[in-house]
């Protein structure tokens, strides 16, 4: 089913009049908690959710379990040519320890200039809110159309804010069911303040350790607890060991990676993400960028095009957190026992988690670190979708429609679990996409702008994006 | 007055006599709480040490106020030809966050195999029960003779636990009186568990900072908050470059210390001190020692003289505590905007606690680290005695007279403000000495023996090695 013109417009115009009810069924979602690292809610919402996807007529509609929290699952067929494989996430980050000016939990309607209305929650941009529209969105083009323009197969996770670590066994054994879609899109919010739109037809990988120097396990230095620091005359320092470990894993400006063989397989931009960037270039003002992320300068302050090409093309190492001995006002001495830092490499195509992860092993073990204890804490795998595929045309003609040139990023630099659909077995196209804004995800007065204004949409622009992307897709040349 | 075996002899049965009142005497100073850190009962505990001097007949017997807690300050001048300075601290760490299996400031009596009964109290050891015990000691000479053996003058600081923050303005302002003094000593319980007694004739220097990279500071990295840790990829960071600068400080083996020049100032052993360590090499068991100090092995394990010569001789530089982003459970990824390290520098002779600061924020500016903030926390000069001095010598033939061996140690490696008696302008020949048990100084639990068994000496025995030690003082050829 391909749109005319007035049937999209009545299809836009059944979204403006749903709009309040709209926003009922955002506040109905997000009061409904879903907290994953807590298992606060989320059997609750998984069959709330299980419920919003039968009732737009789709069979099965069904929880499946996992050794963790169960993946809502779906699947909408309207005998389309084209399927989509539709990504959500139903949980959320805890609230544990945040000060929030409302409960974060309640669905509250706040006033936030400068875009009126706003949905004040915990999930609202990450991404319940999203979610709730999307659905919206669907229920109403079946209103007006009686259909959809494509199949959709619905996969929701209840464990991404934990790595999304029971996904990979789900999409291996439901692999036959979800490889009859020909793309996939996980639809979202990627609106900035100033109405920029992007869309991601990737994500870089990860790889997230944590890295331990321990008198046990070393045979030296204090073996159990912290001793006095009179004694380091004659005993070593798990601590320093651990510093000079670390020294070895990155230049001493802290940003080129020196682990043996960790940019081996660095694959060169292609030419259209070369020519993406040089595009972004163009347009990319980095004095909001810095206020946004709060810095002075960045690496390579001369030159906008060496900035984002380090930004989407390169591999980094990062230290997330580092701790150890006494940590309190004053000055207590001791000798720590043993010293613990946490790491992140944000990886980029052809590099894997696992490759990395051994070099980083073999790296510390050729220099005689092998007493140091290196933990797997999560991760995953990159996702790479051509710009010029179907899944991301479509996106950049649905956009347009709504009067908005959106930005292809050539990926996006922070991570989710996209390569599951994207790499084999499946290696379906995959991207982000959809108007709309939001903001302080994972922090307090997590929001989703509801009334918008004219330069980010609101509630009811997010929805009539998703629509025409899905419309956009149907339409497509191949 | 040099006293006669006889005298010693009934001051010994007086010291007998009174121990049970004693023992009320240390649990009454226990109870009067003493906390710097909190200025809890530090004023009360103050005028109680006042009213003991006075009692004793020492004239003046006085509070000195000074920027913190007061100096409590006493003379006791019986005409005798030779002078002692007793340096005594009446303040204690703090208890809070703690937990006892008694309440640590009611004095309790309990009795811990193998000592007999114990006073289990914040302060007991470190070091009310040993100052009480000391002037227990001087009221039974009195008793007994109607005078002591040496004048006495008393300096007895609050603030010892805080660093001895106002203590050398003091002993400036007081300069005079103290120089009448012919020399100084600590009166300690240095027994341990097996019975073997030390004696301490210096103490190491202790320089302690932090040392911290801050994105605000060095305009790179971010400003004043973490940030997501995708944005590593064009942000600089801050705990990276505090790693880099660390690195640079000691060898990757921990041990060595690369500071430029620090080195330089370290004078070779004396030969009297060379001898201390031969002497205690072939007595010196590594096998208790690497139990009480939880280790599975020391530095340079195959020889016990040359552990010994690095424990007396050797500067160290040790990583007290590190800390910057995320360090609670799980794999949140952040950007540091800081990140802070706590060392301390342990000094031997001729090396001073400023000249190696000047030398740690010269080495990290010449490396163009000059945006790391080095913050000097506290610390304090060596100090240093010659075996052959007329107060060791004493202490050494004092304990003698009482049956035991003692090893005279080259220093504590410890750090104790002797250095504003020991060095200019007093320059007074400065010893820790005496029997007597305690333990867990600083932790819950701390205990003083009241008892002791055959290998340690109770709180008698300890009242009764002052007495000795003052008697040996007296009496010794010059």
């Not at 692999?175 to 037809?201: M, N, T």
Request: aromatic residues 8%; hydrophobic residues 40%; proline residues 6%.
């Amino acid at each position: 089913m391909v749109a005319s013109l007035a049937t999209q417009r009545e299809i836009f115009a059944r979204i403006d009049e749903r709009l309040e009810d709209d926003i009922l069924r955002l506040q109905a979602f997000v009061q409904q908690p879903s907290i994953s690292a807590e298992n606060h809610g989320i059997r609750h919402c998984a069959e709330l959710l299980r419920g919003y996807l039968a009732a737009l007529g789709c069979d099965p509609a069904e929880l499946v379990e996992t050794e963790g929290h169960p993946v809502v699952y779906g699947e909408r067929w309207v005998g389309a040519p084209q399927t989509l494989l539709i990504y959500l996430m139903y949980d959320t980050q805890p609230v544990l320890g945040e000060t929030w000016s409302v409960p974060p939990l309640e669905g509250r309607i706040v006033e936030q200039e400068p875009f009126g209305r706003c949905l004040v929650a915990r999930g609202a941009k990450n991404s319940k809110g999203p979610l709730r529209a999307f659905l919206n969105s669907v229920e109403a083009i079946q209103d007006v159309t009686g259909s959809l323009p494509v199949n959709l197969i619905f996969v929701a996770e209840g464990e991404e804010e934990l790595g999304s670590r029971n996904l990979p066994r789900f999409v291996e054994r439901y692999a036959s069911r979800l490889g009859k879609a020909d793309a996939a899109l996980h639809p979202y919010a990627l609106q900035e303040p100033d109405g920029r739109v992007l869309i991601w037809p990737g994500t870089k990988g990860l790889l997230y350790v944590e890295i331990e120097a321990s008198g046990g396990r070393w045979g030296r230095g204090p073996r159990a607890y912290d001793i006095h620091a009179s004694q380091k005359a004659i005993v070593d320092s798990p601590a320093w060991r651990l510093i000079a470990a670390l020294s070895t894993l990155v230049a001493a400006d802290g940003n080129s990676v020196t682990i043996d063989g960790f940019y081996d397989n660095v694959r060169p931009p292609t030419a259209a993400e070369e020519a993406a960037v040089e595009s972004l270039a163009h347009t990319f003002d980095l004095e909001p960028f810095k206020q946004l992320w709060n810095v002075d300068a960045f690496l390579d302050e001369e030159m906008t095009i060496g900035l984002l090409r380090r930004y989407f093309f390169t591999p980094t190492l990062n230290i997330d957190g580092i701790w150890g001995g006494y940590t309190g006002p004053g000055s207590k001495t001791v000798l720590p026992h043993r010293a613990t830092a946490k790491l992140d490499a944000r990886l980029v195509p052809d590099q894997e988690k696992d490759e990395i992860l051994a070099k980083l092993r073999r790296h510390l073990d050729d220099r005689g670190y092998d007493d140091l204890d290196v933990r797997l804490m999560g991760g995953g795998e990159w996702s790479q979708t051509s710009p010029d595929a179907r899944i991301v045309r479509a996106a950049v003609s649905g956009l347009r429609e709504l009067g908005v040139e959106p930005e292809v990023w050539p990926r996006n630099v922070g991570f989710f679990p996209a390569y599951l659909f994207n790499r084999r077995p499946l290696e379906l196209p995959f991207c982000v996409a959809g108007l709309g804004h939001g903001g302080r995800a994972h922090s307090p007065d997590e929001y989703f702008a509801l009334d918008g204004n004219s330069a980010v949409a609101g509630l009811a622009g997010c929805e009539k994006s998703y629509a025409a992307i899905l419309f956009a897709y149907a339409s497509q040349g191949t």
